[in-house]
């Protein structure tokens, strides 16, 4: 039973450091992009420039942080 329950965890765990990687914060700030463009999306706002917005903003505050 030990390595049924193995594969489904290692797979989350590859998908958890793949997208997560070494900085949480590059990835909710992302999460939080998609989100606010999906609410803005929903109320009829064209908002495709907010995710690289978001994602270059988060880019240059991580780059200072290193």
Known sequence: MGRLLSWP????RFWYRFIVGDDWTVAAAVAVGLAGTAVLA???VQAWWLVPVIVVA??????RRA
């Open 9 to 12: 965890v290692a797979f989350g």
């Open 42 to 44: 929903a109320r009829g």
């Open 58 to 63: 988060v880019l240059g505050v991580s780059l």
